[in-house]
């Protein structure tokens, strides 16, 4: 996601979009906090950058890279967004190596705001990688605007976690309830012990006579042996249609003979399947 010229496009951005007077304050104190080396600097500006947008103007997105463009669109950002990763991108790539701890501190000193911002555009950050521990600190809030910020449209888990957090990640979406859909790269990051823990929490929520957001089942389609396959047949014995069409999707997918074999019983869902009807992507709308 991180080009070389992402600060420059982002420059261009504002330069399109704010006014001469708030693209030199933003330069000068981007400027002073390079030479200063202040992280005290660094945060107040960040904060106080806030001050300095006017929010109901929205950003003028055009002739960048497209992926870029097509992330910040994605993303609904906002001019004090593009503001505060501009500042951030400028600071680091002035030096890396000093900056970088500094830059990681700020889940330590931001606002829910502020720190949405950079959760959110982490991966637009020049050394994106460095700052993997600073995402899987962000899993343990309970406060949804910061949680989703990491775990929602944001493919910076799918790049930079491991499995363990990656599963973290993706068992808190679910107790959340937040909407795993919007959750990037979710068969290309599914795993083995996922998909077990996945069943384990199924059979609980089953024996509490609690509901399981059929989307929580979508990584385990290349995993269907033993309970996890006992656990399609229970789905497709539900009175939902939607868990119908969730284990439809997990058995069409999985390429196992037995899976297979148990899907030939509902040729109706194969049809959907099989015609794009109902994707992982459509599945909740199919009520």
């Given at each position: 996601?991180?080009?070389?010229?992402?600060?420059?496009?982002?420059?261009?951005?504002?330069?399109?979009?704010?006014?001469?007077?708030?693209?030199?304050?933003?330069?000068?104190?981007?400027?002073?906090?390079?030479?200063?080396?202040?992280?005290?600097?660094?945060?107040?500006?960040?904060?106080?950058?806030?001050?300095?947008?006017?929010?109901?103007?929205?950003?003028?997105?055009?002739?960048?890279?497209?992926?870029?463009?097509?992330?910040?669109?994605?993303?609904?950002?906002?001019?004090?967004?593009?503001?505060?990763?501009?500042?951030?991108?400028?600071?680091?790539?002035?030096?890396?190596?000093?900056?970088?701890?500094?830059?990681?501190?700020?889940?330590?000193?931001?606002d829910t705001g502020e720190l949405e911002t950079f959760l959110?555009?982490?991966?637009?950050?020049?050394?994106?990688?460095?700052?993997?521990?600073?995402?899987?600190?962000?899993?343990?809030?309970?406060?949804?605007?910061?949680?989703?910020?990491?775990?929602?449209?944001?493919?910076?888990?799918?790049?930079?976690?491991?499995?363990?957090?990656?599963?973290?990640?993706?068992?808190?979406?679910?107790?959340?309830?937040?909407?795993?859909?919007?959750?990037?790269?979710?068969?290309?990051?599914?795993?083995?012990?996922?998909?077990?823990?996945?069943?384990?929490?199924?059979?609980?929520?089953?024996?509490?006579?609690?509901?399981?957001?059929?989307?929580?089942?979508?990584?385990?389609?290349?995993?269907?042996?033993?309970?996890?396959?006992?656990?399609?047949?229970?789905?497709?014995?539900?009175?939902?249609?939607?868990?119908?069409?969730?284990?439809?999707?997990?058995?069409?997918?999985?390429?196992?003979?037995?899976?297979?074999?148990?899907?030939?019983?509902?040729?109706?869902?194969?049809?959907?399947?099989?015609?794009?009807?109902?994707?992982?992507?459509?599945?909740?709308?199919?009520?």
């Amino acid at each position: 996601m991180q080009h070389l010229d992402t600060r420059v496009q982002l420059s261009e951005i504002l330069g399109d979009s704010v006014s001469e007077e708030t693209l030199t304050w933003i330069e000068n104190k981007s400027d002073l906090i390079i030479k200063s080396k202040s992280a005290k600097e660094l945060y107040l500006i960040y904060s106080l950058i806030a001050g300095k947008i006017d929010l109901a103007k929205k950003p003028i997105i055009r002739g960048i890279n497209q992926g870029l463009k097509d992330y910040l669109i994605a993303q609904n950002a906002d001019l004090l967004q593009i503001a505060r990763i501009y500042l951030l991108i400028r600071v680091l790539e002035s030096d890396k190596a000093y900056f970088s701890t500094k830059v990681a501190n700020l889940i330590q000193v931001a606002d829910t705001g502020e720190l949405e911002t950079f959760l959110k555009f982490l991966i637009l950050l020049p050394n994106a990688g460095d700052y993997n521990q600073v995402g899987v600190e962000a899993l343990r809030t309970n406060i949804d605007i910061i949680f989703d910020a990491i775990a929602l449209n944001n493919p910076y888990p799918s790049i930079y976690f491991n499995d363990q957090q990656w599963n973290q990640m993706y068992l808190k979406a679910a107790f959340m309830q937040r909407n795993l859909r919007d959750i990037v790269d979710v068969e290309k990051r599914a795993n083995g012990d996922l998909a077990r823990i996945i069943s384990d929490y199924a059979h609980e929520r089953w024996a509490a006579s609690r509901d399981i957001d059929p989307m929580f089942w979508r990584p385990v389609a290349g995993f269907l042996k033993g309970d996890l396959l006992q656990d399609m047949d229970h789905l497709f014995k539900s009175k939902d249609k939607i868990e119908n069409l969730a284990a439809a999707l997990c058995c069409y997918y999985s390429h196992d003979q037995e899976a297979t074999k148990l899907l030939d019983k509902y040729p109706d869902l194969i049809q959907k399947i099989a015609s794009k009807a109902v994707t992982w992507e459509n599945l909740k709308n199919k009520l």
